[in-house]
């Protein structure tokens, strides 16, 4: 089973994974700023929730190659999703389970789309 692509070239990893670097890297900027006095409006916030892990579940799926890839992918931005909401209270945000779970259906929402794309 190879997980990551072997295509004989170390910046194929680089090509394949800087995606997966930028999304997680903008995910993490925007999940650990302190949040503004009265917080955000929800839609927005879970838009971008859901947007996030999408993108995030999707460049992970994109980035590796096997029959695993995709729910690699899912359990990788899940768990990335949960990590954030246990890390959030620490920058004086709030934890919540609404926030994970949205992260979850973002990710499930990124990678049908991926799987979509593939069909013939």
């Given at each position: 089973?190879?997980?990551?692509?072997?295509?004989?070239?170390?910046?194929?990893?680089?090509?394949?994974?800087?995606?997966?670097?930028?999304?997680?890297?903008?995910?993490l900027v925007v999940s650990l700023i302190p949040s503004p006095p009265g917080?955000?409006?929800?839609?927005?916030?879970?838009?971008?929730?859901?947007?996030?892990?999408?993108?995030?579940?999707?460049?992970?799926?994109?980035?590796?190659?096997?029959?695993?890839?995709?729910?690699?992918?899912?359990?990788?931005?899940?768990?990335?999703?949960?990590?954030?909401?246990?890390?959030?209270?620490?920058?004086?945000?709030?934890?919540?389970?609404?926030?994970?779970?949205?992260?979850?259906?973002g990710a499930a929402l990124g990678l049908a789309v991926i799987r979509l794309?593939?069909r013939p």
């Amino acid at each position: 089973m190879c997980v990551l692509p072997d295509d004989g070239d170390a910046g194929g990893v680089i090509r394949r994974g800087g995606p997966v670097a930028a999304v997680l890297a903008a995910i993490l900027v925007v999940s650990l700023i302190p949040s503004p006095p009265g917080g955000g409006a929800l839609p927005l916030a879970a838009a971008g929730h859901l947007l996030g892990y999408a993108a995030l579940a999707a460049t992970l799926a994109l980035a590796l190659d096997g029959r695993y890839a995709l729910p690699l992918a899912f359990a990788v931005a899940v768990l990335v999703g949960a990590g954030v909401e246990v890390i959030q209270p620490e920058v004086g945000r709030t934890a919540s389970l609404t926030d994970a779970a949205l992260n979850a259906v973002g990710a499930a929402l990124g990678l049908a789309v991926i799987r979509l794309a593939r069909r013939p």
